[in-house]
């Protein structure tokens, strides 16, 4: 009895000295971001993200979302630091005269910031960013075939990058297939109204746009106001078509696991920066989502995978 208790003393032993060693071995990462975790659009984006890699690294992983005030996402940033995470994640473009600033009283920490192109030169920052360009120039030769009335709308927020970049695709590629299309833009100045959005999205609808898109996470604003008219909608950064099963008709999704791989891969190797990361449809890190309960016309459908086909082999290269 005595050798059998002894036995299973041992046993309970090393059962918790290896559950000791896994949680020791796990990587904690936190997610500081703009919007709401499940906004179907840029948060949900960089929350997938991580939640797809998550068993790979066995990830203890933190959120602090719907943090628009700057000041307020800095001093998430930094109390994750102090806490003693391997990887801080400052989701937004916002967030980079912050991080610059808090990231050098980290030294062991791992920073990664998009959507940028700017490490600031520290060796503890990654940058990311989505070639939204060649999603967007893909669904807006989609919108140049399929509208009717000829006229396309476009609701922006500012003006600056997966944003502008997303915009300038989709314009490029509707004006691509369709030369006679007008195509308005409205940047509402805002990544988060959505009452604004609507607004937009409205007067869109009544300047004669029968096609629209749009991207942030203002845009439910936006699908909203083309659900009630049964107007065409492409959406990006996440899987849109909870939003408007009936009208929209295909979203391009982000798929940040591809570089955060890459990121967390490196944090536990002791590389903590220095680099920039991007995803686009050549590496999977885009992708073309279409919902199946929406009649998109072949032609157009087929001009769309034959647009991503050209961006992914190098055979077309955009001007955005």
Request: net charge negative.
């Amino acid at each position: 009895m005595f050798k059998k208790s002894l036995v299973s003393f041992f046993a309970a032993a090393l059962c918790s000295a290896a559950s000791m060693s896994a949680s020791a071995e796990a990587l904690k990462v936190a997610i500081v971001a703009p919007s709401a975790s499940n906004d179907l659009a840029f948060t949900q984006s960089i929350v997938d993200g991580v939640n797809a890699l998550k068993e790979e690294f066995e990830i203890e992983m933190a959120i602090t979302d719907g943090t628009f005030i700057v000041d307020d996402a800095a001093a998430a940033i930094r109390d994750y630091a102090k806490q003693g995470f391997d990887v801080v994640l400052a989701h937004g473009s916002q967030y980079g005269g912050s991080l610059k600033e808090i990231a050098p009283d980290f030294p062991d920490t791992a920073f990664a910031w998009g959507t940028s192109a700017d490490t600031f030169g520290l060796p503890n920052v990654s940058a990311y960013e989505a070639m939204s360009n060649e999603g967007g120039y893909v669904m807006g030769v989609m919108a140049g075939k399929m509208t009717k009335s000829g006229v396309i709308g476009v609701v922006g927020p500012i003006e600056v990058g997966d944003a502008k970049l997303y915009v300038d695709g989709f314009v490029e590629g509707a004006k691509a297939a369709n030369g006679d299309a007008t195509v308005n833009v409205n940047y509402i100045g805002s990544f988060g109204d959505v009452a604004l959005a609507a607004e937009a999205g409205r007067s869109h609808i009544a300047n004669g746009a029968d096609v629209m898109t749009g991207t942030a996470q203002m845009v439910v604003g936006a699908i909203g106001a083309a659900r009630s008219k049964d107007v065409a909608w492409f959406g990006t950064q996440a899987n849109q078509t909870k939003l408007g099963k009936k009208v929209v008709v295909a979203s391009q999704v982000y798929k940040w696991e591809v570089i955060l791989r890459d990121i967390f891969n490196d944090a536990k190797n002791g590389v903590l920066g220095g680099k920039l990361h991007k995803v686009d449809l050549a590496n999977g890190g885009l992708t073309i989502e279409f919902n199946d309960k929406y009649s998109l016309d072949a032609g157009a459908r087929k001009a769309g995978e034959e647009a991503m086909a050209a961006i992914m082999d190098g055979s077309l290269k955009l001007s955005h």
